[in-house]
């Protein structure tokens, strides 16, 4: 099975940081990498798809980039409703889906 | 507009059965895939399995393999979750998904979200 790994667990910023999220698997994906961001008592929601993609709908301070086994998720000017958790999700033809234990960002 | 519409909020005991739902409209259910996701109190996500309601394809997390079926009704574009003999430790937020179109098939993400049901499993 692929592992997912996310770092850091838990981060503090400010409204107008750039804040960057990594994520790495344990062995190749290719680009099939995506990024959700969820808030209390909600559904998750799709920010970032195939690594790099942009989701319709979702603000252009996201960004993806990555591949292989390394990938970060950048918000490059925080904003007051960015804060909630993160997580990256791959799929790769042998094992399925899996989701990373996720990235609280935090107020600081 | 695409919608996942989950039935509502269930409180069962050890050892009973459970089947709960995730409909959808907006879009051709038959042409993509629904997956399961389970979210345990404060905890993160977990995928449970997938099924292409068009031909009945499921594929299962293998965690969760021999745990719970999916299955899917295209006459009334629903898909189902269930379990035959509910354990404490099913206490969950579940979820439904529907992937995206990419060019050339999935895009492997999902795309759309139920509003999630919550599993309550206490004697």
């Known amino acids: 099975d692929i592992q997912m790994t996310q770092s850091p667990s838990t981060l503090s910023a400010s409204v107008g940081d750039r804040v960057t999220i990594t994520c790495r698997a344990s062995?190749?994906?290719?680009?099939?990498l995506a990024w959700y961001q969820q808030k209390p008592g909600k559904a998750p929601k799709l920010l970032i798809y195939?690594?790099?993609s942009l989701e319709s709908g979702v603000p252009s301070r996201f960004s993806g980039s990555g591949s292989g086994t390394e990938f970060t998720l950048t918000i490059s000017s925080l904003q007051p409703d960015d804060f909630a958790t993160y997580y990256c999700?791959?799929?790769?033809?042998?094992?399925?889906?899996?989701f990373g234990p996720g990235t609280k960002v935090d107020i600081k | 507009e695409v919608q996942l519409v989950q039935s509502g909020a269930e409180v069962k005991k050890p050892g009973e059965s459970l089947k709960i739902s995730c409909k959808g409209s907006?879009?051709?259910?038959?042409?993509?895939?629904i997956g399961w996701v389970r979210q345990m109190p404060g905890k993160g996500l977990e995928w449970m399995g997938i099924?292409?309601?068009?031909?009945?394809?499921?594929r299962y997390s293998p965690s969760f393999q021999g745990q719970v079926t999916i299955s899917a009704d295209k006459s009334i574009s629903t898909a189902y979750l269930q379990w035959s003999s509910l354990k404490a430790s099913d206490t969950a937020m579940y979820y439904c998904?529907?992937?995206?179109?990419?060019?050339?098939?999935?895009?492997?993400?999902?795309?759309?979200w139920g509003q999630g049901t919550l599993v309550t499993v206490s004697s």
């Open positions: 998904a529907r992937d995206g179109y990419c060019s050339g098939g999935s895009c492997y993400s999902f795309h759309y």
């Open positions: 907006g879009y051709s259910f038959t042409s993509y895939w």
């Open positions: 099924i292409y309601p068009g031909d009945s394809d499921t």
């Open positions: 062995q190749s994906i290719s680009s099939w």
């Open positions: 195939k690594a790099s």
């Open positions: 999700q791959q799929y790769n033809s042998y094992s399925g889906f899996t």
